[in-house]
């Protein structure tokens, strides 16, 4: 079996047969939501969350790998966040991927984030990643030039789908090996991503988040939606899930999140390590030292 466990349910699974309508995906939830119930409901999976990953970090079986990709202000940081806040830091690992460095643009596109993967018992968390490979790429696909590519298919759509290929075949292989594989899509509306610029640009304290480069995306709209539709669509799997969150609502994406890598977490059978018979027998007499140094336990 390709896959850990089963893929947690959601109305925002991305299907797994390769057909992803994103102008049905929507980004908003459906119902109006309160505000101090998603934040509480929150931190009660926040707790939840940590008991889980102490299991995980002893069990040391398995890793689990958080992606997160969206548009410019969509809140990928805020997520990861608010979902992690209470996590043991010593057991997670958060790496973000900006543009590609001369010396990862000398390997194969997976390079840089396969030696960024999370080892068994760990949290590893990606914001952008090797999709950034399928989606900026794509819609620039100048960028190709830097990558100085031995052989390349005879058009970029043949491109393109190797490079679905290989993302598929990797990550099956990391799920073969351990890993619970988990994709975000923070699927922001470009009205309430103009809010939140314009609040960048407004608010002092906001102004290092804005980048001139956030607008240029933003003109190149509808080809990151055909990118992103297109990338869903190919490489969502049971080993290796994609969510299409909504996210104009922050409180609401954050909860939804939560939830989800608490179920994916709960799905695994963790528990902590037993000692032998003949370890226990050792640990009893080393407590009777312990004991008799100080004189003050029984």
Known sequence: MDTLIEPVSSPYLVPFDGVFALDRSPTKPAEKQDKKQNEAA????GARLVKLQAKLYAHDHYAVLLVFQAMDAAGKDGTIKAVMSGVNPTGCQVYSF????????GHDFLWRVQRCLPE?????????????EVLVVRVNPRFLEAQHLPRRPATLEGLWQERYESIRDAEKHWARNGMVILKFWLNVSPDEQR???????DDPKGNWKFEAGDLKARAQW?????AYQAALSATSRPWA???????????????????IVVGAFERLTLHYPEVSAEERLAMLELRKQLVAEGGDRE
Do not use: C, Q
């Open 42 to 45: 929150l931190e009660e999976l």
């Open 120 to 132: 068994r018992g760990r949290i590893g968390v990606f914001n952008r990643s090797h999709y950034e």
């Open 98 to 105: 900006k543009a590609p460095t001369e010396h990862e643009l």
């Open 222 to 226: 509808s080809d990151y939606m055909t």
């Open 195 to 201: 809010k939140r610029l314009l609040d960048r640009i």
């Open 241 to 259: 899930p994609w969510y299409a969150i909504p996210a104009d609502n922050k409180a609401y994406m954050r909860r939804t999140v939560a939830e």
